[in-house]
Every structure is written in C-alpha cells, then in structure tokens.
C-alpha cells in the first residue's frame, strides 16, 4: 500500500473498469477493481458510474446483481438520452464535487471543457497484474485529433478549470513524468475476492468525515451520507 495520502472523493468509470483486458463488460471485475481501490484507500468516499447499456452488455448471470446494486444506489447511470452518455456523467459529477475519477479513458472530446482533467491527482487508471491484484497509477490524459478539435478556439485556458480541484499544480500534456504507482489487493486477476463484499448506500453527495465501510455482497461502493 502506498505511503501517499489517497483523494478524498472518487468517481469510477465503471464501464471502463469493467471492459479493462477484455471485450464485454464484467460486474465482477469491477467489483474486484473497486474493492482493491478501497482497501489501499480507505478513507475515500467511492462513486460508481456505469453506461445506460451496461445491464445488456454484461453476462445474464450478472443481471440480477447489477439491477440490484442499481436499485440500491450501489451503481449510478445517466438518464436516459443523456448527452455526452457515461463519460459527461461521470466528468459532470466529478466536476461538481471535486472529485478524481477512475479509469483508463483520456475522455479527449472533453479537454476543452474540463481542463482540470491535466490536473496532478485527478484521473487515475489500473490494470489487473496476475499473481498481484490491481495496481493503481495517477496518469495524464492522452492527446490526440479528437482532443485537438475539442480544444480549438480555447487558446488554452478555456473550458472549466481546477478551482475545485485539489489544488496541485497543472501537469504538462507533454511532461513525461514518473508515475506513482500502487499496489492493490493480493487476488491475481481473474480470480475472485475472498474478502466480504463492501458496502450498499452509495450516496452523490460526499460526506466531509467518510464513513467506513460495512462489509455486504454487491458491487462494492461506500456511502457518502
């Protein structure tokens, strides 16, 4: 476990997480993902988001968990024909809480709006190491045509700033940066978790003082209340 103090509030790109090394989306593994990130953090209150489609993508195994998990706030999804789907859910909560978000997307036709998005601390991706768990990492966004074409007409300093960020210093598209890594739980990939499921009653708001979490089968989240 890292030595270095975690963010206060997250937002996990569920679908993300979910799709991480494979082609359709998987419950467990973002449950998996998401306790591995809770044990190393304790402290942080969790948010789960997940696309509008994400119940029809995964195994029908899964289906009654997932309706489940959304009935009792476990798992968020946008309305629907919500523009922007998941991603401008999931950068519009994080931007309104402050909060870093969680996933391996660059979410690049959105660098004009949400510049915080280069800010230090503020997204960070994973992957599942076998024979380790999941290993978190801080990351910079990636730039690319899509990311350009969204900034154009900027000049740089546009779109929604970091006023209610963490109030660490902006990082450089093109810095080449060590990144912090950490270590998640011991569970290889792939295999389930032996440890009890985390709480229900995931809440948007966050609570100044997050609560610890009980332990409960579902997809892991804590509530914010």
């Known amino acids: 476990m890292s030595n270095r103090k975690g963010p206060a509030h997250v937002v996990v790109d569920g679908s993300n997480i979910a799709t991480e090394g494979r082609s359709m989306p998987s419950l467990a593994q973002l449950s998996e993902a998401v306790s591995s990130f809770m044990d190393e953090y304790p402290d942080a209150a969790i948010t789960v988001v997940v696309d509008a489609t994400f119940g029809h993508r995964i195994d029908k195994k899964e289906v009654p968990e997932f309706e489940a998990g959304i009935s009792n706030n476990e798992l968020v999804a946008p309305p629907a024909g919500a523009v922007g789907r ?9 931007d309104k809480v402050g909060a870093s978000i ?6 690049q036709e959105f660098h004009g709006e949400y510049t915080w998005l280069f800010d230090e601390g503020r997204l960070v991706g994973g992957k599942p190491v076998p024979h ?3 290993v978190w990492v801080d990351r910079v966004p990636v730039r690319g045509p899509v990311s ?20 660490r210093g902006r990082r450089a598209s093109n810095q080449d940066d060590e990144s912090t890594v950490r270590t998640g739980s011991k569970e290889a990939s792939g295999c389930r978790s032996r440890r009890a499921r985390p709480p229900a009653g995931l809440q948007l708001q966050p609570s100044p003082k997050p609560l610890r979490p009980r332990r409960r089968r579902g997809v892991a989240t804590r509530s914010t209340r």
């Open 86 to 94: 998941g991603d401008a859910f999931v950068l519009g909560i994080a």
């Open 102 to 107: 969680l996933s391996n997307d660059s979410f």
């Open 132 to 134: 380790i768990g999941w």
């Open 148 to 167: 350009r074409k969204a900034t154009r007409g900027s000049g740089g300093g546009g779109g929604r700033d970091s006023r209610r960020g963490s109030g």
